[in-house]
Structures are given as C-alpha cells and as structure tokens.
C-alpha cells in the first residue's frame, strides 16, 4: 500500500474560523510533510516531522500549526487565515525518519484545496 | 545552489507522436532526480528517478528519462503521447547530502491533442 490519504478534499473557512486537515499514511514511514501549492506553481515545503518530532519549519506563520500524534497521522491546525492562504496543501511522507536519503522517493497525498474567504 | 530548470512551461503534442519534457540542473556532486506528475486537483504522483547507473530509466505509464551528465539534463520522454497524459510536470533534485528538502522545477504543462 503506497498511499497517502487527506481528508478533506475541499475546505471553505472563514478568517474568523479554526480548521484542521489530516494526512495518514500506512507504508510506516518515518518522515512526514506538509507542502503549500499555489496554482501552477511547485509544491513549497512548509513542515517536515521524522520520528513525530518537528524537524523542519520554513518560517511558516503560526496561523498554521501542525501536529504529528503518532507515526501514521498529521495534522496541519488551521487558525486565523488570511484570502493568500487559500491553496492546495499537499501531505507527503517518505520512508526515512531521521533524514530524506537522496535516492528515497516521496509519496503525496490528493491534497485538500482549501479556500480562505 | 542546488537549482532545477525547466524551460518550457507548456509543451503540445498531438496524439501518437512522441513527446519530450525538458529539465537541466544545477547539483554539487552526483545528482538525485526525479520526475513527478501531477493531475488537475490532484497530488503529486511519482514517475521514475535516476540514483545511478544506466542513463535511461524507466518509470510509470510508459515514461522514460535520460540522464545527460556532459549536459546536465534529465529529459522526460515517451515514445506514443496519449491524450491522458495531458497534465502538470515537475522535475525535481535531490541534494547529495541529504537533508530533507526536495527542490522541484517550476512545471511544465503538457497538452496532448487528440
């Protein structure tokens, strides 16, 4: 199994709301991301948590918190979000926890395209 | 700087004929690189690397790649374009040291008409 699934699909929130996606992955990857998308651009790194610890923060506002409550799940907390938000988050996760080994490949979830109105 | 370039950012093709999307880089050391493709409302799916070894690799749905050192490219290839492969493609490199960051290309839009 060589999935990675996000709920939800589709997002719609206010500026005023609190949300959260979640991304869970089953293949016992160590190391898992959270990527913002804008439309027709590259996926940019936000988050990488290896072995559930916060590894890697692109100096990514505190509106968007995340959270790895074990090793399957990820949760990306959404709080206070501005219209520029409003992208394709994308989960990915790769084998290994304690670095990205350059021959690994990473596997992506659909996304959840969220929309700050 | 580790850095990735596509240079194309759409190509067409008709159906039947063979494509070709192209991707150079910029690596110290000896390059991880990938390809990736990517549906509309979709993730990134996952179409071939080249870690070491022969030059043309083999991945998904019919693709290939060939890796050029003297000339620092990994172009995507396939031989019989399908209307279905009409998507969104990245390249993307690896650093050779590690780390967990993936440097991806800008993306390459690829219409194939029927």
């Known amino acids: 199994d060589t999935e990675v699934t996000q709920t939800p699909k589709h997002l719609v929130m206010g500026m005023t709301n609190k949300k959260s996606l979640k991304c869970e992955q089953h293949m016992g990857h160590r190391a898992m991301y959270w990527y913002k998308q804008k439309a027709k651009k590259p996926p940019e790194l936000m988050f990488v948590?290896?072995?559930?610890?916060?590894?890697i923060n692109e100096s990514v506002p505190s509106r968007f918190s995340p959270e790895c409550p074990n090793s399957s799940l990820l949760n990306l907390h959404l709080h206070a979000l501005q219209p520029e938000d409003s992208a394709l988050y994308l989960c990915?996760?790769?084998?290994?926890?304690?670095?990205?080994?350059?021959?690994?490949?990473?596997?992506f979830g659909p996304g959840t395209r969220l929309l700050v109105l | 700087a580790q850095s990735v370039a596509q240079p194309e950012d759409q190509v067409n093709v008709a159906e039947g004929n063979p494509l070709t999307v192209k991707c150079t880089y910029s690596v110290s050391g000896n390059p991880y690189l990938f390809w990736y493709v990517q549906y509309p409302n979709r993730g990134l799916q996952f179409l071939l690397k080249y870690i070491t070894g022969d030059n043309l690799v083999k991945g998904s749905y019919g693709f290939e790649a060939e890796f050029n050192k003297s000339q620092t490219s990994f172009h995507l290839k396939k031989p019989s374009a399908l209307v279905s492969d009409s998507a969104l493609y990245f390249c993307?490199?690896?650093?050779?040291?590690?780390?967990?960051?993936?440097?991806f290309g800008a993306g390459t839009r690829l219409f194939v008409k029927a």
């Open positions: 993307a490199v690896r650093p050779y040291t590690g780390g967990f960051k993936t440097i």
């Open positions: 948590y290896s072995y559930e610890k916060l590894s």
């Open positions: 990915a996760s790769s084998q290994s926890g304690l670095q990205l080994s350059p021959q690994e490949t990473q596997y």
